[in-house]
């Protein structure tokens, strides 16, 4: 079983970002997925859901208009796409499956900066 985020990087305030999770070793299709972030000194945060069948999706009041996850069960692959990106956004991003057992991703960084 394996989560693998990528898609982070520096973008200035206003900007976007699209992050992609990559799942393995489970049956993708059945699982709800979600993104959580953790910026330093702080609790990681849920910032979107998603569930399995049809995809019924929720935001955190933080990115809710500005955030937006999708998936694809084809390729096993969860998006969030972000938009009006602010500093408060900076953190390490992570994928997740509502899944027993599942191992955290390396997640990837995102750094809102002028």
């Known amino acids: 079983v394996q989560l693998v985020e990528s898609g982070g990087g520096l973008v200035q305030p206003g900007g976007s970002l699209r992050l992609s999770c990559a799942a393995s070793g489970f049956t993708f299709s059945r699982y709800g997925m979600n993104w959580y972030r953790q910026a330093p000194g702080k609790e990681r945060e849920l910032v979107a859901h998603i569930t399995n069948g049809i995809g019924t999706t929720g935001y955190a009041d933080s990115v809710k208009g500005r955030f937006t996850i999708s998936r694809d069960n084809a390729k096993n692959t969860v998006d969030l796409q972000m938009n009006s990106l602010k500093p408060e956004d900076t953190a390490v991003y992570y994928c997740?499956?509502?899944?027993?057992?599942?191992?955290w991703g390396p997640g990837t960084q995102v750094t809102v900066s002028s």
């Open positions: 997740m499956a509502n899944r027993p057992a599942t191992p």
